[in-house]
């Protein structure tokens, strides 16, 4: 538990955002923990009040969220570090997502596009227009 405990105080700055992501799309997630496992290998898990869990148990949907919010951590850090915002391309980020939660990963994609080109592909007429109402450019090929 003292490990456990340590690990989850002392995250770096991607998890740390990638949580804040996370918490913002859906209040009371849990955290991202980067830890390894008994070989040494990296691993994310989601820790909660209920359970601890590596991101390979997680649900498709819950899984899909937490390597988003990774990514869009990612892309911050990379764009503070080199100093240019490169685009995030995003293949069908809803497909796993519930539609309760849709529209909230819609707005931290918008969040996202306020620093940097964000090309969002869809065959989903649902994720397009939540990203219309969000202020999206729609280009149908």
């Known amino acids: 538990e003292v490990i456990n405990e340590f690990q989850a105080k002392n995250q770096g700055p991607l998890i740390t955002r990638a ?8 209040p009371g997630y849990g955290d991202l923990v980067y830890t390894t496992d008994e070989a040494g290998k990296p691993l994310i898990e989601r820790v909660s009040d209920s359970d601890r869990l590596r991101t390979s148990k997680l649900s498709t ?9 990774l990514r869009l ?11 240019i915002a490169l ?38 007429e649902d994720t397009r227009d939540l990203a219309v109402a969000a202020g999206a450019h729609v280009v149908s090929l």
Do not use: M, W
Request: hydrophobic share 45%; net charge negative.
């Open 61 to 69: 949907g819950s899984r899909a969220l937490a390597y988003l919010a």
């Open 19 to 26: 949580n804040e992501i996370l918490n913002s799309v859906v």
């Open 87 to 124: 685009p995030v391309l995003c293949d069908d980020p809803l497909v796993h997502i519930d539609d309760q939660r849709a529209p909230e990963v819609i707005k931290i994609l918008q969040q996202a596009s306020q620093k940097r080109q964000v090309i969002l592909f869809t065959c989903h």
């Open 73 to 83: 951590a990612f892309v911050e850090a990379d764009q503070a570090k080199r100093g």
